[in-house]
């Protein structure tokens, strides 16, 4: 049976498509197809004209490939989503030049397709949830750094009119995204507010106020406020023009807290439709946040081969630097994989330094690395790769046992 191979080179809003056979007979020389319904139902119709077996690969380049891989996979077609730096470093003319065009690219992938023919896998029903999860991963780290930024803001707003107010409560975030210090500003947003008040006064106010916004009221916190309060010297004078300010900044903090927290639950809703989801939220330091950004980052595990693949794919695999009797001892990490699963780990990382768990093989490494004198970064760098390790073997072991 023939064996035809599509390879398709994706940019924005149009594709290079180079179809070939094996021993280099090029069936369709590269060719644009725009990603418009008339011209992807064209390359569909001259798919289905391919006499024997057909697969199709592109590679994994954001959000462009969506709308072809998903009319090609609707099309009930073999479709296969490659990484794209296994394209880059693949090197089917064995040449030390480097051609660097979308018809070149097209002509790369469908050698790549001939020659990795029963590597490939098809994109799938999983696959698809995974690439959600990925992007609404992607704004959910977004929308954090302006959360961030919108806090950052608020809080040097505060200092000039009731500083230190974000350090007088320690309430966790709620589900909606409001945070008590926040909400407790937009009332109270200038010292005067309080000192205003007498003790009495304040206590009763500030109950009711705790009532009205389903907060715990505590006497001794009333206590605290006010006289903290009194001793505070405020900046900006209390009127209109101030309060307007805060006011408009906690209402932009409070609407990106609410996005936050959305997505976050969105994140944990379809993680959890994806099979490795018990095993990953129940290892420890993960969670039901950092669980499915891990997911989301590190996507099927089966696609890895080993461990050694998973660590480089994350850019924590120590790197080797050896060269007849020289072999350098301490190489830097290659940092060749996500830079957004590198992040998740560490901050994976740096909640199990936090609260130290008792037993726990990825601590305990990272405890020795450190007592032997290695650098933050260093023993960080290493916990994250045993870490990865433990994620493929576990994974592997209860996908595997599910199949059966």
Known sequence: MEHNAVGIDVSKGKSTVCISRPMGEIIASPFEVKHTKHDVDELIKTIQGLEGETKIVMESTGRYPLPLLTKLSDAGFFVSMVNAKLIKDYNPDNTLRKVKSDKADARKISAYTIDKWLLIKQYGTMDTLREQLKTINRQFDFYMQQRVALQNNLTALLDLTFPGINNCFSSPTRADGHIKWADFAYTYWHVDCV????????????????????????????????????????????????????????????????????????MDQIASQL???????????????????????????????????????AGVDPGVNQSGSYNQESVHASKHGSPELRKTLFQIMQHLIQFAPKDDPVYDFMIKKRSEGKQYYVYMTAGANKFLRIYYGKVKAYLAEQKQ
């Open 275 to 313: 099979p490795e989801y018990p095993v990953v939220i129940g290892m420890t330091g993960v969670g039901h946040t950092l669980g499915p950004q891990l997911m989301a980052e590190i996507g099927d595990v089966e696609r890895f081969t080993k461990r050694s693949a998973i660590t480089a794919f």
């Open 195 to 266: 000192c205003g008040k007498t003790m009495n006064a304040f206590t009763e106010h500030y109950q009711n106020w705790c009532r009205k916004n389903n907060y715990n009221f505590s006497s001794v916190k009333a206590t605290e406020l006010y006289n903290t309060a009194k001793e505070l010297i405020p900046i900006l004078p209390k009127d209109k023009g101030t309060q307007l300010l805060i006011h408009q900044a906690i209402d932009m903090f409070n609407a990106m807290s609410a996005t936050v927290e959305s997505l976050r639950k969105q």
